[in-house]
């Protein structure tokens, strides 16, 4: 089976900074693209970055030139530095990878448990 384990959440201040990271492991063959999801209460998960395996990434409007997307193909994970952050970026944070399964066939969209970020002064 596959997991997906994020870590990096916590309470900071307005303008201050987070690195958030997701791994991946278990009977992983490939994965393809990678990305952050975020939903604040009441409002829908909304696309905050993706990465794709050959390292394009996209950003939504709202984080761009603020957050960063990478990952290490190695340590099956990927990041979102995150900077300059503002109270409307609290939100829970998932991370997300398309895998290609040992034992599973085709490729499948995992997720991972979620992180809270809250900005407050």
């Known amino acids: 089976q596959v997991q997906l384990v994020e870590s990096g959440g916590g309470l900071v201040q307005p303008g201050g900074s987070l690195r958030l990271s997701c791994a991946a492991s278990?009977?992983?063959?490939?994965?393809?693209?990678m990305g952050w999801y975020r939903q604040a209460p009441g409002k829908q998960r909304e696309l905050v970055a993706g990465i794709t395996a050959g390292g394009n990434t996209n950003y939504a409007d709202s984080v761009k030139g603020r957050f960063t997307i990478s990952r290490d193909n190695a340590k099956n994970t990927v990041y979102l530095q995150m900077n300059s952050l503002k109270p409307e970026d609290t939100a829970v944070y998932y991370c997300?990878?398309?895998?290609?399964?040992?034992?599973?066939?085709?490729?499948?969209?995992?997720w991972g448990q979620g992180t809270q970020v809250t900005v407050s002064s």
């Open positions: 278990g009977s992983i063959f490939s994965i393809n693209a």
């Open positions: 997300n990878a398309d895998i290609v399964s040992i034992g599973h066939w085709g490729n499948y969209a995992y």
